[in-house]
Every structure is written in C-alpha cells, then in structure tokens.
C-alpha cells in the first residue's frame, strides 16, 4: 500500500494528465487531504474518498477543482465534462466574477425568461413558408443578455440593504461590499451603452419604441415597496420583446398581434414570478416588501389557474390574427396542459419544489417558439394545397 503522500502526489500528477497539463487552483497540502477554500473560507478535503489514482469517484467543481466539474461514467469507465454558466463564471479572472455575478451571468434562467417573448414576436412576424430572420434572433439574445445583467444591476443597486436582510441575497456583489455603488453605477453605464448599441442596429420605430421600455427597468425594483404586484410590472417589462421583436422585422407593430401576445406574455411572468415569489416570502414579511405570493397566499393556485386561462385566451387570439395553423394550436395544448399540471403539483410552502417549477417555464416559452415555427411553415404547405385545388376546378 503506499503511503498517504505519496499516493496524494500520484493522484495530483493523475489530475494534470486529464486536464492535458493545465494547473487548476487546486492546493495541496502537507497531508493527505487539499485546501479547499469556497466563500471565504478554506478547510481541508480528505483524499481518502479518492480510493486510487485510476479511482471510478471524482469530486465536483467545489472539492477539487472550483473550474470544472468532472464526471465519470461508473458503467463504462469513462470521463466526461460538462460546462455550466455557473462553472463559467467560477473560472473567469477572480476580478471579473463579481461583475458577472452581478448581472447573473451564472444564472441564466432570468435571461432565457426576457429573451423568449422576442422569439414568439419574430416567429410570428416571419414570412409564410419561412423560419425566424438568424439575425434578429442573434441581435436580441444579445440585447437580452445585457438588459437583463442592466436590470439586474438597477435592482441590486436599490435593494443593497434589503439583501444584506435576506440570507439568499446577502452575499451578492454589492449587498456584501464586493462592488461599491460607484462601481456598479459605472458597470451599469457600460451595460446600458452596449445595450444602445445593440438597439441601434434597428430601424427607427423599433429603437424609440426601445427607448420606451427603459423607464419600467428602472421602476420595476421599487415597486415591491409600494404595492402587492410588483410581478405586473416586470410583466410589462419583460415582455417589451413581444413588442419590439414585430417591429424590428416589419418595421411597425401589427397590434391585432401584438397586443395580444403581449398580454399573454404579461400573464406568463405572473405564473412564474408568483411562484418564485413563494421561496421568500418570509423573508419578504421581515425585511417589509410586497409580492403577488403574500397577496394570494393560499388562493394561489386559483389565481395562477386564472392566469392561464387568460395566457391560452390572448396565445389563441394572436394566433388566429396572424392566421396561424395546425401545429401552432396543437403545441398550445401542450403548453396548456404543462401549466396545468404545474399548477397542479406546486407545493407552495417548499421553496425547492417552486424553484423547480419555475425553471421548467423556459422549456415551456421554448416549446411555444417552435410551435409559431412549425406552424408558420405549415402556410406554406397549406397555401401550396389551396392552389392546387383552384388549379384542378
């Protein structure tokens, strides 16, 4: 058997040969165990879980490298990695990472919730026959990324005392004092100036109509200190898209469309966010703030089974506005009956069990994307049919 040491050493040296002899910020110390050091604070890992060298147990990203998680395939024997944005973020140059965790680069779930009302908007907005203009798509994932990581910023700007309140929140970069509010007001600036740059690769009506929305990204934060639906207005805000993404393709808004898949939009954040609200709502009744969770409580589910209806109501209204076809209905089904069920099997009083369902909204704005898709190039098919049988008579 040999020694601790020795067999520590073997297991180090395995460790570079995986990572093709990159040096990862993994300590080694004088016994058999490593330095661990997370949050702040360093404490030593024993290696003896490690059974060999060649041992089928990896520890994760936070026992030996922070950089990178590594998995191994007990079945088979093999190795495989895999990148999160949270795994993203631990490895970037340790001055940057309070900055992206600012803008929660490493949390991308809020990103994916502002960008996919555009997707509907230029799907629909789409010639018969056609997918999505790649372009746009790209332009306002980009523009997502950023006026999400701006927003982000505006509310931990304003919530700075309040988070510090709120064990969730407190070790946020500016709550625990890893960015001064000068600093963030400046990395603010810098998002918003990239995010106009973004805007001005539109035409004229959809930058003013851009412009528009930069008032409820700044008033969304504060109002949660004023009134029990704060998630009405980061509706409005977080489905500006709905709006924006029609026009950057037609160069106008078609309201009889657009309207309608706003509100459905607006509707959606109030299904989610609600159900987010619940994980903190006792810590929402210390600090003294306001949400839809503390206002329905346990009517919850009525409310949100209410919102759905009205969702379906304005997905269906714009669908038969921009003269949509059978795929498009049959993945509203599909959305519907996932809501429902969300609904459903939501345990409102554990905060694990809402996380959950409220990350599994994105699968559902993504599901209704690729139904505006399917069934934008369904017209064409159809169009294709009703010349045919006008040709025969």
């Known amino acids: 058997m040999l020694p601790a040491k020795l067999t520590s050493r073997l297991t ?31 404490r030593e890992v024993s290696l003896r879980s490690v059974p060999s060298v060649l041992g089928r147990v990896f520890y994760s990203q936070s026992a030996i490298c922070p950089s990178l998680r590594l998995h191994q395939t007990q079945q088979y024997g093999r190795r495989s990695f895999s990148l999160s944005a949270a795994t993203i973020v631990n490895s970037a140059p340790a001055p940057v990472q309070p900055y992206l965790r600012l803008m929660r680069l490493d949390k991308p779930i809020g990103t994916w919730l502002l960008y996919i009302p ?28 950023l006026m999400r990581g701006a927003g982000c910023t505006i509310n931990d700007m304003w919530d700075k005392d309040i988070d510090k309140k709120v064990s ?26 990239l995010s ?14 851009g412009a528009a929305s930069l008032s409820l990204v700044i008033s969304y934060p504060l109002m949660k200190r004023i009134t029990y639906w704060p998630q009405v207005v980061l509706g409005l805000t977080f489905n500006w898209g709905a709006l924006l993404g029609w026009s950057a393709v037609k160069g106008f808004c078609d309201w009889s469309i657009c309207l309608p898949l706003y509100f459905s939009g607006v509707m959606w ?15 929402d009744i210390k600090v003294g703030v306001k949400s839809t969770a503390l206002r329905f409580q346990e009517q ?30 049959a993945v509203l089904s599909t959305v519907a009956i996932h809501l429902t069920h969300q609904i459903y099997t939501l345990d409102i009083n554990k905060p694990e069990d809402c996380w959950k369902k409220f990350v599994s ?7 209704l994307f690729l139904g505006i898709v399917a069934g934008n190039l369904w017209k064409e098919r159809r169009e294709s049919l009703l010349q045919t049988e006008e040709a025969d008579r």
């Open 168 to 193: 969730r929140t407190a070790t946020r970069p500016i709550a625990s004092g890893e960015i001064s509010q000068m600093q963030a007001l400046v990395f603010l600036g810098g998002q918003l100036s």
């Open 269 to 283: 954040t109030l299904i989610y966010d609600t159900i987010y609200a619940h994980q903190d709502k006792e810590d």
């Open 300 to 329: 919850t589910k009525l409310w949100l089974s209410g919102f759905t209806v009205a969702m379906m109501s304005g997905l269906v209204v714009a669908g038969i506005n921009a003269e949509q076809t059978l795929p498009y209905y």
């Open 196 to 209: 106009l740059g973004v805007l001005l690769c539109l035409n004229y009506y959809s930058i003013a109509l």
């Open 118 to 145: 555009c997707t509907w908007s230029i799907a629909l907005a789409a010639d018969p026959g056609c997918l999505p203009h790649l372009g746009i798509l790209t332009l306002f994932g980009t523009g997502a990324l």
């Open 12 to 42: 180090l040296s395995a460790l570079r040969r995986i990572h093709h002899g990159v040096s990862y910020p993994c300590l080694y110390s004088s016994s058999n165990s490593f330095l661990q050091t997370e949050g702040g604070i360093t």
């Open 361 to 367: 909204n994105r699968n559902v704005g993504l599901l």
